[in-house]
């Protein structure tokens, strides 16, 4: 996670060094993200939550809008074989296989209500029952939720369970998406280069054009857009310069916001390292 502050330096606080780590554990291991990012952003830095954690376990993303509501309560506790017609085997569900690792619900305000109240004794009591079967088995894992839903409103709207809410609510955080975030542009350029380019990237160089370029568009997609878009640009660089040519068109001839006092970025500054417990 890199990051130099201004108007999402409440990130940086509660990520770096040990902050997570004892917010983590005052909530009971629970975390919910309130992110403005669209497209993902927010499980790049549950990623890194998980990655940076002692957990044991594995990382497991779901996005609760992708999931058909018929197949929700099956896909995330599992089914007991017999449990209905085709369920020919026991299952575990996405739940039990984020056991001592981190279960990350993405858009958690797109989970169904029927689901909602099976997924809050989950919470509650620590334990899991799969579709079909009598008892329950026990799990433990960390809880991080991210969506882009008002779920305040949703809950006063009656769409949403003020219990399950105040159940997530262990840390709230809210990623303001990268075009509030100029200031971080040198530390993510030269982190993504060292992603793409290995090596390579102390030799990397951004010309002044480029640099401009970069200032001035909006990235609707976030820092998953700046990664593709310099991808392209290293494959297409000569002698190490990236140029403003080799960026994607959708950057060059897309109207973006106004910038000012651009200058080239390159590997001068070293990414800031995050680091997390629990």
């Given amino acids: 996670i890199s990051g130099a502050g201004a108007p999402g330096s409440e990130v940086e606080i509660l990520i770096d060094g040990q902050v997570v780590g004892k917010a983590t554990v005052g909530a009971d291991g629970k975390w919910s993200f309130e992110a403005n990012a ?7 830095v549950a990623r890194a939550v998980h990655r940076l954690s002692s957990r044991s376990g594995a990382f497991v993303p779901v996005n609760c809008g992708a999931i058909p509501q018929h197949l929700v309560e099956s896909e995330l506790f599992g089914v007991k074989k017999g449990a209905y017609s085709g369920a020919d085997r026991d299952r575990n569900g996405l739940v039990m296989a984020a056991d001592h690792g981190t279960l990350f619900l993405d858009e958690l305000g797109d989970l169904p209500e029927a689901s909602q109240a099976a997924f809050l004794r989950v919470l509650q009591e620590h334990e899991v029952t799969p579709v079909g079967a009598s008892a329950a088995a026990p799990v433990e894992f960390r809880l991080v939720a991210a969506t882009h839903r008002d779920l305040a409103g949703y809950v006063a709207d009656g769409r949403f369970r003020g ?10 955080l809210r990623l ?3 075009r509030d975030r100029v200031e971080d542009f040198g530390i993510l350029i030269g982190a993504l280069l060292e992603r793409v380019a290995g090596a390579e990237a ?18 609707p997609f976030n820092v998953r857009e700046l990664e593709k878009a310099l991808e392209a640009a290293v494959v297409l660089a000569e002698d190490g310069r990236i140029e403003a040519k080799h960026l994607p068109e959708s950057l060059r001839y897309a109207p973006g916001r106004a910038s000012t006092g651009a200058r080239p970025i390159g590997r001068g500054s070293t990414p800031a390292a995050a680091s997390t417990e629990g």
Avoid: K, N
């Fill in 38 to 44: 669209p497209d993902g952003e927010h499980e790049v």
């Fill in 163 to 172: 219990d399950l809410l105040a159940r997530v609510s262990g840390v709230m």
């Fill in 176 to 178: 303001p998406p990268l």
């Fill in 202 to 219: 102390a030799l990397l160089r951004l010309s002044v054009p480029a640099a401009r370029t970069i200032f001035a568009y909006a990235w």
